[in-house]
């Protein structure tokens, strides 16, 4: 198993195309239904292909996930 080494992450910028669809990546990956479960926001990691994208799972709820992107198509989350 790799291990992360955290660098720090960029600013916080809305959620764009991009995490939008690493985020439906990962919905349909999960076993728990969510109300909602849409990108908001996201941070970076320059030196890895590393996203913090916080996601939106009801009215006042949120996950935060971090997720690695392997490939395109292919993606890994803590």
Same mark, same amino acid.
């Given at each position: 198993?790799?291990?992360?080494?955290? /660098?720090?992450?960029? /600013?916080?910028?809305?959620?764009?195309?991009e995490t939008r669809h690493i985020c439906d990546e990962v919905k349909e990956k999960t076993k728990t239904t969510y109300e909602v479960f849409q990108a908001a926001e996201y941070r970076v990691q320059q030196q890895e292909?590393?996203? !913090? &994208?916080?996601?939106?799972?009801?009215?006042?709820?949120?996950?935060? !996930? &971090?997720?690695?992107? !392997?490939? &395109?198509?292919l993606l890994t989350t803590r």
């Open positions: 198993m790799r291990m992360f080494h955290f /660098e720090p992450f960029s /600013e916080t910028f809305p959620a764009n195309k292909p590393l996203y !913090l &994208i916080k996601v939106k799972t009801d009215d006042n709820d949120y996950l935060h !996930l &971090i997720v690695y992107v !392997l490939f &395109i198509g």
